[in-house]
């Protein structure tokens, strides 16, 4: 950033209250130029429509507006190009770009901010900045989703052990697996829209706290900078930054998401698991150890949920116990905003990359899916099918998942006969209900893992992925 070189505590827009000139050490501490310049485009944008807005009030002529909006062009040129002067005096990025406005424009610079205030300008410009991010973050994870859905096609028919405690549980469908996470992502995408339908209120026209003094259409105003309305209080428009924490809430449980799922992965990925290989690509090396290969991608995704939380924990904060209105500890938004975009951002990048990576060891997933007794659920659902209550059959099978370990058997292993002596319901179709594809198959149900339910979910989230949810 380039900073002209006027003296410190000059030419400040309150300069007529003020008779000494501001504290170098205040004015640096103050500032928030450094990171709200990004807000630059909303912030022209927003100001070409508040033009509109004067002018169709009668505020300022039809030449006036026009010389804003040239004004302003020049000023976006600066700013595109990098040529742009910021003035570290100048506090923000809303003083930088009407200073810089009149100089290009000359004193018709100074009508534009008749009516209104930074407060309603900064919730503005934060408004507009966020609903940007929200369309490109639910493109980035419908993104992510595709390449899990990719990899469950692929995978149709491979099982593998399902978890709880971490101990292997029942048989399940990779796919089945890989499409959980999609149905998180799905209410994450939700979560997001929800937080666009509040994030798009038209702030400006609150002026400071108690609304501007001119005969704004606030309505049409609100159409100019497509918003679904105007806000109907000024002072909670002014005040209110729930839209900020909503956001870095929604983030942070898709942090929470990513995390698991990297987990998973992790642990899928080392040899005691053995069932999924990172790519190249996609992992690094060890400086001393020659054989490693870690999947660092994967834990760095689950690292930077650290920051999601903090950046939530940060605004929540600074907002808890603020008195109506605006309060400058409300500058402090802004960083952890920016910074959680930021990281969702870098995450949601390299996330479909390094699924799409990924080659599944469906051999090892389908041998570790049929041991350990996986199946005793079914021998127990085998029983209550001939009529026998479930906690007895719970009961029996657990003595003989008993007898299997003293044996060195799986219950498959065990023989018809052996079985028997457990409960004299079993008959020699038992082995048949044993098997990992009769487990699968068996559980149909809406939303169960059986092929068939798996393979209807696959067709409706490729469409849902398809659709979107944003309006
Ligand atoms: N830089 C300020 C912020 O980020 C803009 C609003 C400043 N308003 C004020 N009265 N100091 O919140």
Request: proline share 4%; aromatic share 6%.
């Amino acid at each position: 950033m380039t900073f002209a070189d006027s003296p410190p505590g000059s030419g400040k827009p309150w300069g007529g209250r003020f008779e000494a000139g501001a504290d170098p050490e205040a004015e640096t501490f103050t500032s928030s130029l450094a990171f709200d310049r990004r807000l630059w485009p909303y912030d022209i944008r927003g100001s070409a429509a508040w033009a509109r807005a004067l002018e169709r009030a009668g505020l300022i002529n039809g030449g006036e507006r026009a010389a804003i909006d040239k004004g302003l062009e020049a000023v976006r040129a600066e700013l595109e190009s990098g040529r742009f002067a910021f003035r570290r005096e100048l506090e923000d990025i809303h003083m930088n770009i009407e200073r810089r406005l009149t100089e290009i424009a000359g004193a018709v610079g100074g009508k534009l901010h008749t009516g209104r205030s930074r407060n309603d300008q900064i919730a503005l410009d934060e408004r507009l900045y966020l609903r940007d991010v929200l369309g490109s973050l639910d493109a980035a994870l419908a993104a992510a989703q595709s390449a899990l859905l990719d990899q469950a096609e692929r995978h149709r028919e491979a099982a593998m052990p399902g978890y709880t405690h971490l101990q292997r549980a029942q048989p399940v469908l990779l796919a089945h697996h890989l499409l959980a996470y999609i149905c998180m992502l799905d209410r994450d995408r939700d979560r997001f829209a929800e937080c666009g339908r509040r994030v798009n209120v038209l702030p400006l026209g609150s002026a400071a706290l108690a609304g501007a003094a001119f005969t704004i259409d606030r309505a049409a105003l609100a159409r100019d900078l497509e918003f679904a309305g105007p806000s109907s209080n000024s002072m909670d428009a002014v005040a209110d930054r729930d839209y900020v924490i909503e956001f870095l809430a929604a983030a942070a449980v898709l942090g929470m998401h990513c995390s698991r799922l990297a987990t998973d992965l992790q642990l899928w990925a080392t040899a005691e698991f053995g069932f999924v290989e990172f790519s190249d690509t996609f992992a690094t090396g060890s400086s001393i150890m020659p054989q490693k290969k870690n999947p660092d991608v994967a834990e760095l995704i689950r690292g930077k949920t650290g920051r999601l939380y903090g950046n939530l924990v940060a605004v929540l904060t600074t907002m808890k116990g603020l008195p109506l209105t605006y309060n400058s500890d409300m500058q402090e938004d802004k960083e952890p905003l920016f910074d959680t975009v930021d990281t969702l951002e870098a995450v949601l990048r390299v996330l479909p990359p390094m699924l799409a990576s990924l080659t599944f060891r469906v051999d090892r997933m389908r041998e570790a899916a049929g041991t350990f007794y996986s199946t005793a659920t079914d021998l127990a659902d085998y029983l209550v099918r001939k009529g026998l209550p479930f906690r007895e059959a719970h009961e029996i099978v657990g003595r003989t998942v008993r007898h299997g370990i003293a044996k060195g058997k799986e219950l498959g292993e065990l023989s018809l006969e052996d079985l028997r002596s457990f409960s004299p319901l079993i008959e020699k179709d038992v082995h048949a209900a044993l098997t990992v594809e009769a487990s699968l198959r068996a559980r149909a149900v809406t939303g169960g893992t059986a092929p068939e339910a798996v393979a209807r979910e696959l067709v409706q989230a490729r469409r849902r992925i398809a659709k979107g949810t944003q309006p």
